[in-house]
């Protein structure tokens, strides 16, 4: 199992910046990839950023340039640096590893983008 709790969420106004952080713990060994997604309510999950054990990255197109998806690895945590934030941007932002052949979710974290 593994076991991920995300940080960082809250509420910005347009333009300003979000640091999200993503911990990890458990049977940690062998993540192949850890991402954050978002989600808004009565649309699907949306795929915002990944990271590779490689340390490869990849970004949705609507968050390329302004957001920045990182690791530490003696820290067992994934971080999403979010800067220019637009309301856009607003969504419960998960984090995501891969495994195996399975895949582990946290409970989510809010972050509202609003003047």
């Known amino acids: 199992q593994v076991q991920l709790v995300e940080s960082g969420g809250g509420l910005v106004q347009p333009g300003e910046s979000l640091r999200l952080s993503c911990a990890a713990s458990?049977?940690?060994?062998?993540?192949?990839?850890m991402s954050w997604y978002r989600q808004t309510p009565g649309k699907q999950r949306e795929l915002v950023a990944r990271i590779t054990s490689g340390g490869d990255t990849n970004y949705a197109d609507s968050v390329k340039g302004r957001f920045t998806i990182s690791r530490d690895n003696a820290k067992n945590t994934m971080y999403l640096q979010m800067n220019s934030l637009k309301p856009d941007d607003t969504a419960v932002y998960y984090c995501?590893?891969?495994?195996?052949?399975?895949?582990?979710w946290g409970q989510g974290t809010q972050v509202t983008v609003s003047s």
């Open positions: 458990g049977s940690i060994l062998g993540i192949y990839a």
């Open positions: 995501n590893a891969i495994r195996t052949v399975a895949q582990y």
